[in-house]
């Protein structure tokens, strides 16, 4: 087993040994648990996490496949949940902290035991929804983003070769594909990762709001507004009339975030580098990566897996 098995509780040990298992993009292994793949400290934690987590009504967590917005969606959550607190200016927190650093990842802070931060509270995820524990149950707010699966893994491509230790061989573009094309990845099979989400949001529009990363990237204010309304945080006439839409959106684009000193130095997420969650932003940037058959491969399973549900890309 890896260095990073060792650590683990004993009974999480014991429960790995049972698991189906996958070569890792960044531990040298990945694990199938509750139907999806993880590393595995990532699944000790979601067993604490299902065991103790107590979810709140005024909760509102931001889900996602990793590489899809998640950082993106974060900055502009905070900066609509709070901006009474913060106003939209050269004092603003995200100018000075790492969204990560503000809107915290569930699993980390029930790793760390951390003091949740005061109510209501903002999280984040990429678990699935069927493992959400006491979240499903619970009358929170989910927004839920997602990104055209051919752009995700070029981002999760070049990300996770970034993060990986140097004690791993490299994972060379087309064993990632094969593996990403059989849904293992982190917190894949990524197509059911949507499904579940996706389902929900139609059972429970008011519980789980969709959005995607293309059409945030092509209408911001419109997206904006529609996520504002359903955090409960809608923008007053007033607040329309006078920019703030346009303001949250400058200070949380890609051009702010990734110029900023706080983002181009320092880690996250343990090892990851900041620097790393700022790459390109491009939609359509896989035509740069795959070739024709990768690209029939990929549609069939995207057509297969999500034919007929509803959610196209
Ligand atoms: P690329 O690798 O295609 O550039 P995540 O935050 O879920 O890890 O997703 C990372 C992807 O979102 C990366 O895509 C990254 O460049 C892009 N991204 C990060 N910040 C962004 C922002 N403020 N606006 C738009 N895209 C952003």
């Known amino acids: 087993p890896g260095d990073e098995e060792e650590k683990l509780s004993d009974e999480c040990k014991e429960l790995l040994l049972t698991l189906p298992k996958e070569r890792g993009w960044v531990t040298l292994h990945l694990y199938q648990f509750q139907g999806f793949w993880y590393q595995p400290a990532e699944i000790q934690s979601i067993m604490a996490f299902q065991k103790h987590f107590q979810a709140s009504d005024s909760d509102t967590v931001l889900a996602s496949v ?8 974060k900055a502009l959550t905070f900066a609509i949940v709070n901006r009474h ?9 995200l ?32 678990i699935p929804f069927p493992s959400l524990g006491t979240i499903k149950e619970s009358n929170c707010k989910i927004v839920y983003i997602c990104r055209n699966p051919f752009d995700t893994f070029v981002s999760a491509w070049n990300f996770f070769n970034r993060g990986r230790p140097k004690s791993l061989p490299p ?6 594909f094969d593996m990403y094309c059989k849904g293992i990845i982190l917190s894949g ?3 059911d990762h949507m499904l579940g989400y996706w389902k929900e949001s139609l059972k429970k529009p008011h519980n789980v709001f969709f959005l995607k990363y293309e059409d945030l990237k092509e209408d911001g204010a419109f997206h904006l507004k529609r996520l504002a309304k359903f955090v409960e945080y809608p923008f007053t006439m007033e607040e329309e009339r006078n920019g703030v839409i346009e303001g949250i959106a400058k200070l949380c684009s890609f051009e702010t975030l990734k ?6 130095t320092g880690t996250f997420c343990q090892h990851f580098e900041r620097a790393s969650l700022f ?29 007929g549900s509803g959610l196209s890309f």
């Open 171 to 176: 994972l060379s573009l087309d064993e990632a």
């Open 95 to 126: 100018l000075t902290s790492n969204p990560h650093d503000l809107v915290p990842f569930l699993l980390e802070l029930t790793n760390l035991s951390c003091k949740f931060p005061d109510e209501p509270r903002l999280f984040s995820t990429h």
């Open 85 to 93: 607190r913060f106003p939209i200016n050269k004092n603003h927190p």
């Open 259 to 264: 110029n900023l000193e706080v983002n181009k």
């Open 189 to 191: 099979p990524f197509w």
């Open 66 to 73: 990793p590489k899809t917005g998640t950082t993106w969606l």
């Open 279 to 307: 790459r390109k932003a491009e939609v359509g940037d896989w035509v740069n990566y795959l070739n024709p058959e990768m690209v029939e491969r990929l549609s069939k399973v995207i057509e297969e897996r999500l034919g």
